[in-house]
């Protein structure tokens, strides 16, 4: 008869993959080295692979490793979830920690609301924001068991659970001594090197995805993943930037020589929701986070 598998050792295991040194598991699960030694055995044996390959000073992961090691976070992430489910759910004692990524702005946009309703009606919740990243993206829609909720524009979720946050018009970000007119026409502004906040290969805002549809190329001289960091790649330069409205109204309050003009064309507005899977519908802790999101949706301008 098959040993049952002991699920104390998905610590270790992640530990172990993750910091590749026995040493540094150890010190980062806080026990002592020969508990990692044992832990790193037990896995040893169970896998029937040595997880772990010495290479000089460094240890590299066998193929096996590598697999667990991508797999790992959606599991604990299930296990963390399947732990936490409780019938009844209080507020104002719990101490849970949840998860909403998004990129800067997105954050930004809602964190004010947010941080208020959860201040007043939760103090002791604790939230966290990761980024929207490639890995992320890609993983869709497993990868939503490894948080709460994600902000995203629709087109990249469908047919999953959402509240919609109002939409938001685009405007281009230039640099006010850019010889950029007061509402420039399309040349103008096509012409011009532009400021994009997703590499090629790893695709499009939902602005420039408008503007390929409509046969529209683009020359782009900068990429930053941070929304934020945009206005500081147009100071002083002849860029472009298509940006949303709000984020442009903080740009031109930090950087004075910004101006945010109006796009010659007509660009649908973003229109971001928090998104989430169906199978946390009736958990009673994340009904009440959604209860607090559709309250923050409704703050938001």
Known sequence: MATPPDYNLLAPLRALLEERNVTRAAARLHVSQPVMSVHLAKLRAHYADVLLVRR????????????????????????????????????????????????????????????????????????????????????????????????LPHGYLVDLPHIDLPLERWVCLIDGASGIAENPSADELLTRPWVQNLAAREGMNPARRQLQFRGIEISVAAV????????????????????????????VTMHPRLRAVTPPLDLEPLHEAFWWLPDREHDAEHRWLRDLLARVAADVT
């Open 56 to 151: 000089g000073n460094q240890h590299t992961l066998t193929p096996l490793a590598e697999r667990l090691l991508a797999a790992l976070p959606h599991v604990i992430a299930e296990m963390d979830q399947l732990l936490r489910l409780q019938s009844r759910f209080d507020p104002v004692t719990s101490t849970r920690t949840f998860t909403i990524a998004g990129v800067d702005y997105a954050v930004a946009r809602i964190a004010p609301a947010l941080s208020a309703a959860a201040a007043r009606d939760a103090p002791n919740i604790r939230f966290e924001f990761p980024p929207v990243d490639t890995r992320l993206v890609n993983g869709f829609p497993d990868s939503l068991r490894t948080i709460d909720t994600v902000i």
């Open 224 to 251: 930053t993943p941070n929304f934020f960091v945009i206005p500081s790649l147009i100071v002083g330069t002849d860029r472009v930037a298509v940006v949303p409205a709000g984020l442009a109204a903080i740009a």
